[in-house]
């Protein structure tokens, strides 16, 4: 009985020991941080800005030509199919989602809410220029979500500290300031970069530096002066006739005034960058190929879309690097083996003067014929020349340095791997077959800014603020058009121009339905034409109001009818595998067109077969009907939301804009 | 090594044959030999036969003196030698042994055994069994007589779940406890997979907590599919709140306890039994032919054909001549598989079929119990070696336990108690079989052939990667000890004190291994992990869980009897890991760190969470007739900040059993139970799946492993390190409380031969943790999660069992059904939008179209479009045409849209469907017949309606790499009378167009019915007779044959199983098969 009362006391004491134990059911985590002891350090700030660029680039894994088919849907560039954007109606107004979101504006802010403190304090522990250069990273970071939506939606909140979960505070957050408070924002942002960025980042071009802040600072700007230039007067710039906003938000504007504003600031901005290029810029040897079989460098211009390390060329002020074994892409799969589902129009194609300077369609041009893709590009500005597959080209070397050769344009292959237009992007391709083979081996570099850009951007600037080419300006005409290949003398092609003829293939020769004059709309061909396969055009097209004139509008592509191509698809039997049937045909009817039209080959399921056409709404993005609702005073009543949706756009998902 | 591996493996299955072989025989033979089949097992045992016989006679009476009719009367150990009472209680039987004995039974009634010791007249009096008025279910913190519960409370004995083919316990209980609800797995029915469940329908909807139920082993938390089937006693499934609320915060969802056997007192018994199952693969779908899949294929192309007419005839003559050239080269010397389409391939291959097959499983257990009055001992050890249906890449699992438990009597008042249990299980597959194996090998083309012209396997056939790429293993241990005092310091005060401890250790190995596929010219080339690595992941976690409660039991005289317990419980589970890769492994056969070179990837981390209640119970009884329960447990949790961590929880219960009021006193043979019961209580859920929900956290990764993920913008070449904002927490956030109302009603009728039980609940989740109010996009981060959910499970229960005896065949029938359905009460969402749930919405609401058909022409369609004056069907797609869906217009706009998407406006959608299963049902018949016994088990779900989208059930889903043909995607619209397979305008699919998501809209033509009823399991054995197994010492042997998963009936598409809805990592119906299982084996007991 002892014995048993003993063993019982020890039990009971033991568990009275556990519940007398007052904190037993304290467990704080153990192996996580909090908020309070992170931004500590520069290591902190570098792993957190890393985590937030979200720049326009070749994505990890990534299947199809990415940045290269950015451009697909606009008149440089056709796709497999058109986008919804060309048929009214069509383009419907989502749910939820899309750009009004701001998660990578939080992301900002909530930096700035935790590390400007602390660096102001002078308490984050590490090397200060590198610290002050990763807060201006994130300055650059959010100027650069700002100006997607400054492009996709115009006004737009300007937030500038992480929010909290609160109802009225979000919603009267949520109020749109006119677009221009926007762009004057992310210029304010850009500033602060450009004044703690360093020249020379960690890492390299990898990171943001001091210059791409300038050139990024510029292209706003450019973006923003010409918007306001050319859709004056319209219900999408403040103030403008049908614009949604409230009047009050804009009693000190002044459109002619911001206009010179944002034109001042791209010149500025663009000159220290253009300063730094114009004799940089990288050499074009105009080579057929880029590269010899044992991928030795053979136009350094062609192989700097294609490097896998572009730290060495000036011109590149940011590049994505991707290595085996870290993260790689699939890019090469298709630019190395076929059509990548893509290709360039006839309209970009003949926007390429001659190498004289003279456009095609001038007499003394010299300009061969469009029967082959070969004699189309013989004599031309070497920049559509070197970044087209041309019949004969190499795809790509085998490992005994023979070459697999593009004997055809594969305008019959399924439509991810087809030619779409018959004009074969070569740009950014490599000549390594690991990476066009193997799936995972892609390693070339994705350009992220490209210094020749300030240059254009000041050029075109600089004209549209004085109406004449300055001296800055023609040194880099001069520069872009001698790296090109083609007569420096940029007023021999103007004097050439013929606007009408030029308006059938550059819908840039336009603005708001009417052509501009030659000057300009040569700055404009010279930007069309150093940026292909960059993704730069729709955004172009846009702020140029290049859109209102596109009704019917057929793209076309290579010349297929009457020329050798007609016979030169048959399959083992020497049988042509040619059909033209709108049920279920390859080819466009060369009723409709000599030229390839590759929306007009199929009727059925097809919405473009009639043309492309576009309505002003299209050129803003609609807001998602769930955020009227989650702004809205009244959950079931959109109208009572503190947010105007844009011009043109319902409220509600699934409709069209009219 | 090896070696041995595969004499072991031979081995069994020639055991496995042998008795396969006797089964066969005597199926053979028609009649069964016996003594031929004993003759054969047994062939050592020495017959020995009886001597003198002669008739025995009498009459069989009752305790009241009443003549007992139907009681069987059989020679004890020799079933086929008996006979029935009559009328008058009367029975005569001859040719009985004078030394045997006569077994007297009857049901309700003490089955005796008398010597006939020469007696030709036996009269004997029969006494009521009061095992069944005693029979005692576990619940929390002690047992309690059946007949007096008032909680809602399902029992499972041993026997309902012995000798099934099954895998765990969790298989074992599905359609047999009503009210629990199981759904299959992520990873369908591979063999890493286990079945999750539910007591009474979904308890939470709330994100970040999860209402599973408490499942406790001998009385402390455990994995249910850790636990060797054979070593349970019973299974107690607590189901109300007032049957659960003693385990407090941990037990909302109910709880499962598990009891284990123990040793019994007696002789030392040894039982032996095994099972050998051949499995195949249940419900696959069949995959369209080589030629069938090439038209589908150029009919859901949008833009032109994929397959030329000359491919076609490519096809068509390698599907007639399997020598005909079936792959081409390409330019560089690989055989072309997907891009250039003049030189696809032209095999004929089901992939699904090539890659799952049949397989082999055995289990194999043993047990040895027995003990004196002080010391009593089991001891059981189990063996299951699962064989996985992977055709090519073996996958399999091994399950090791042993288990012993002693217990002894130390003095009169303390009784002491020692269980260890070790549970180890080994899983090892193919590191390639994950979800995107599944995922590819279901949309894999059929015209790849298995294998190249030169006779290597196609690099796309994965055969390589399954069978070279690497392996994944997994090690599970698990080492659970209890030890218990029972301390009985007075008669009936009894005070418990159970230290439990477990520790579990999984040890994870993967690797991957470079793959190569050859190219035209033989030579091999990298296909697949060209850089190969390894990983290991360690993971060890500690639970100790103390339980000391005590009880006193007081009758007062007069019949009242009160019972009070208290108690106090507590936990703390901690844990630790460590992951660590590295690349480039320089040995194939050693894939391990210490060989592998490069990047060396590492995380490790801690975590712990810790409970502590106290708890109260008082039982009050008046002699069986009213019934009273009242718990008490004040709960706290680390998960929970200080000032809200403590909770109390109460709940009451109350019964009536009326069979036992006087007016009822002279019908109890009609009717001995008539108990009403009710309950109410309330409990809070501490089970969040994050331990910490009040702390913000900062995520910041440095390193790529385990979950963490290093970024992607590469710096240096290297990838950096990445920091990122944590997740925002509400200062609102607190418990969510589960309450629950239970009415039940319990029968037994016809002295036992009928059993009912009736059970209607109500379940409020209240402040479940789910989406605030949806705010504005302006807050640029996931809104934090607070309470704002309620919802409410309502449903019942039905158990109707039957059992008797004719003659010598006595059988059994039970069948039970259940419902529940749950409806949100509330929910942050006044819009009613709905992409998410709103008030009113009931779980699993379908929201669709209605379809009116399918347009057989351009002329219907577009009558139909010019019905719809103010938009047609332009807000759901463009080019609309012949073969196309035509959409009614429910709200009579002109226009067929979506309204705004909400309830309110739902424009032309409806509900028109319920995916929530509904009235599941188990039907269990069983008979035993002179030796032979027979199960037959019938599981399903009566009500369910089911919208499967994606690949599988549409075909032609998202172009032609995400897009597969599957036979019953055959029969789509066709309005060409010259197409190959001819015009189908009453075609059950739309036309194809994988691009075009326009005809792919949830709508009422496309419903499935996923109603079904699933032949189980059917079991038939054969205990062989004691009389001639008791001269070899063997007390029992049975020999038996089972089979798993036979038969289903249901109008569900043929793409999916009933059983596998919705699961799938890459896309509905992506996953690894069910099986069907038909198993023999045998049981000795010595």
Partial sequence: MKKINILTALLAILSIGLVSCSDFLDREPLDQLTPGGFFASEGDLAAYSINSYAFASIQPGQYGISTFGYDNGTDNQAGPSGSNIWVPGEKKVAASGGAWNFSSIRQANYFFDNVLPKYEAGTIVGNQSNIKHYIGEMYVIRAYAYFDKLQNLGDFPIITTALADQEQVLIDASKREPRNKVARFILDDLQKATEMLKDEPPFGKNRIS??????????????????????????????????????????????????????????????????????????????????????????????????????????????????????????????????????????????????????????ASGYKSDVGVNNTLDGRDSRIVIFTKKDGDVNYYYADGSANIYTKPLILNSSDTRAITGYTIKKGKHYDPEQGEIHHKGTTGSIVFRGVEAMLTYMEASYEKNNTIDATADSYWRAIRRRANINEDYNRTINATIMANEAKGDWGAYSHGELVDKTLYNIRRERRNELIGEGMRWADLKRWRALDQVKNYHIEGFRFWNTPYETAYVDANGKSLIKVDPADGNVSPESVSEYLRPYQIVSINNSFYNGFNFIEAHYLEPIAQSNFRQTSTDKSDLTKSIIYQNPGWPLVAGQGAK | MILSYFCIYYLHIEIGYLIFTILLRMKRKKLFNLKGLFTLVMSVCVLAVSAQNITVSGTVTDETGMTVIGATVVVAGNASHGTLTDIDGNYSLSNVPSDASLQFSYVGMVTQVISVKGQSTINLVMATDAKLLDEVVVVGFGTQKKVNVTGSVSAVSAKDIAARPINNVTEALQGVVPGMNFSTGSGGGALNSNKAFNIRGTGTIGAGSNA?????????????????????????????????????????????????????????????????????????????????????????????????????????????????????????????????????????????????????????????????????????????????????????????????????????????????????????????????????????????????????????????????????????????????????????????????????????????????????????????????????????????????????????????????????????????????????????????????????????????????????????????????????????????????????????????????????????????????????????????????????????NKNNWGGYYLGEWLLGGKRPNIATEGSLVSALLTWERIRTTNVGLDITMLNGRLNGSFDWFRRQSLDMVGPAPELPATLGIGVPRVNNLNMESSGFELVLSWRDVIEDFNYGVTFNLADSKQKITKYPNPAKNLGDYYDGAYLGDIWGYTTIDIAKTDEEMNNHLASLPNGGQSALGSNWMTGDIMFADIDGNGAIDGGEGTANKPGDRSIIGNSTPRYNFGLNLDGSWKGFDLKIFVQGVMKRDYMAGGMMFWGGDGGKWQSMVYEPHMDYFRNDANHPLGENLNAYYPRPNWNDGKNRRTQTKYLQNAAYARLKNVTLGYTLPAEFTQNCSVSNLRVFISGENLGTITKLSKMFDPEVLGVGGWGEGKTYPLSQTISVGLSVTL
């Fill in chain 1, 210 to 363: 001091k210059d791409v802040a300038h050139l990024f600072r510029a292209r706003v700007a450019l973006y923003e002066a010409t918007w306001e230039k050319y859709h004056k007067g319209t219900a999408l710039v403040p103030g403008g006739e049908g614009w949604p906003g409230n009047a009050e938000d804009i009693k000190d504007f002044n459109i002619d005034n911001e206009i010179q504003h944002f034109l001042t600031e791209a010149m500025k901005d663009a000159k220290i960058v253009g300063d730094k290029m114009v004799n940089n810029l990288t050499a074009n040897t105009a080579t057929r190929e880029g590269m010899d079989s044992n991928f030795n460098t053979l136009n350094p211009y062609y192989v700097m879309f294609a490097d896998v390390n572009m730290e060495k060329y000036p011109e590149v002020l940011m590049w994505r690097q991707f290595v085996d074994g870290q993260t790689t892409h699939n890019v090469q799969m298709e630019l190395e083996r076929n059509g990548g589902s893509s290709g360039w129009t006839k309209g970009l194609v003949e926007s390429f003067v001659m190498s004289n300077g003279l456009p095609i369609y001038d007499p």
């Fill in chain 2, 212 to 700: 599973t139920p408490l499942v406790l082993i001998d009385g402390m938390e455990g994995d249910i599919n850790m636990i060797n089937p054979q070593d349970i006693e019973n299974i107690s499934v607590l189901k109300d709140a007032a049957a659960s609320s003693i385990y407090g915060s941990r037990a909302p969802a109910g709880v499962i306890l598990i009891t284990t056997k123990s040793g019994k007192e007696g002789k030392n018994v040894v039982n032996y039994n095994n099972n050998f199952r051949f499995i195949s693969p249940l419900n696959m779908p069949k995959m369209a032919d080589s030629y069938n899949f090439a038209l589908y294929f150029n009919d859901a192309q949008p833009d032109g054909n994929m397959f030329s007419d000359a491919k076609l005839e490519q096809i068509k003559a390698y599907q007639k001549d399997n020598s005909a050239q079936s792959m081409w080269p390409t330019s560089s010397n690989k055989w072309e598989v997907w891009d250039n389409l003049e030189l696809l391939p032209v095999g004929n291959t089901d992939w699904l079929k090539t890659h799952f097959g049949n397989s082999f499983t055995q289990e194999h257990s043993i047990s040895l119990n027995g003990g004196t009055e002080k010391l009593q001992y089991f001891i059981s050890g189990n063996y299951l070696n699962q064989g996985g249906l992977l055709n090519y890449g073996d996958d399999n699992k091994q399950r090791y336990s042993l288990n012993a438990k002693i217990n002894s009597k130390l003095s009169e008042k303390v009784k002491i108690g020692y269980n260890a249990r070790f549970v180890r299980s080994d899983y090892d597959a193919p590191s390639y079989m994950d979800g995107l194996f599944y995922h590819n090998v279901t949309r894999y083309w059929p015209i790849i052939p298995v294998t190249d012209p030169n006779g290597f396997y196609t690099g796309d056939s994965k055969i390589y990667q399954l069978t070279d790429g690497g392996r994944y293993t997994s090690q599970q241990d698990q080492l659970t000890q209890q030890l218990s005092f029972l301390v009985t310091p007075i008669e009936d005060w009894n005070i418990n004190v159970e230290l439990n401890y477990r520790t579990g250790n999984n040890f994870n190995h993967t690797d991957w291994l470079t793959t190569y596929a050859y190219d035209v010219n033989k030579n091999p080339y990298v296909y697949d992990n060209a850089t190969s690595g390894v990983s290991e992941y360690a993971y060890k976690s500690n639970f100790f869980n103390t339980n000391i409660f005590t009880d006193y039991t007081s009758e007062f005289g007069d019949g009242h009897t009160l019972k009070g317990m208290v108690g106090f419980q507590s936990e703390l589970y901690n844990d630790r890991s460590i992951n660590a890769s590295k690349n480039i492994v320089q040995s194939i056969n050693h894939p391990t760190l210490n060989t592998a070179e490069t990047n060396p990837q590492n995380t490790g981390g801690y975590g712990h969470w810790s409970t502590m209640g106290f708890f109260g119970r008082v039982n009050y009884d008046y002699v069986g007739k009213y019934l009273a329960e009242v718990n008490l447990r004040y709960d706290g949790t680390s998960r929970f900040l200080q000032d809200q961590r403590w909770n109390l929880f109460p709940s009451f219960s109350l019964g009536w059993n009326i069979a036992r009021e006087e007016f009822f006193e002279d019908y109890t043979d009609v009717l001995s139970n008539f108990k009403l019961r009710a309950s109410w209580g309330e409990l809070g859920n501490q089970n969040t799946d994050n331990w910490y929900p009040f702390y913000r956290t900062i995520r910041y």
